[in-house]
């Protein structure tokens, strides 16, 4: 159980760095409405997975500052800390990525 827990937000930083290289391939599919080709534009490989890497390294901040990861003890209201910090995250990448 304790495995667990401490696998939890290095588990949450791969499946966020797992998910912006995966919209990064389906981005490059233009032929995703079959005999429809949309003009997407390029966008970089290196900058789409620094913003990735920071996104996926901000979230487990966020739930260590939210005590969203405790190493013992029960997880009092797991499921409203994971959402406000969530929200959190969303917030601050958004704003990142619009600078």
Known sequence: MLTLRLLRPILHFII???IFFTVY???SITDGILFIQLD???IDFMETMI??????FLFPLLGL???????KGPIHNYYNKFI?????WFIMITFIAYF
């Open 16 to 18: 966020i760095a797992f």
């Open 25 to 27: 391939n389906l981005r």
């Open 40 to 42: 997407i534009p390029y």
């Open 51 to 56: 913003f990735g890497l920071i996104a996926a």
């Open 65 to 71: 500052s939210f005590s969203l990861y405790k190493i």
């Open 84 to 88: 406000k910090v969530f929200t959190t």
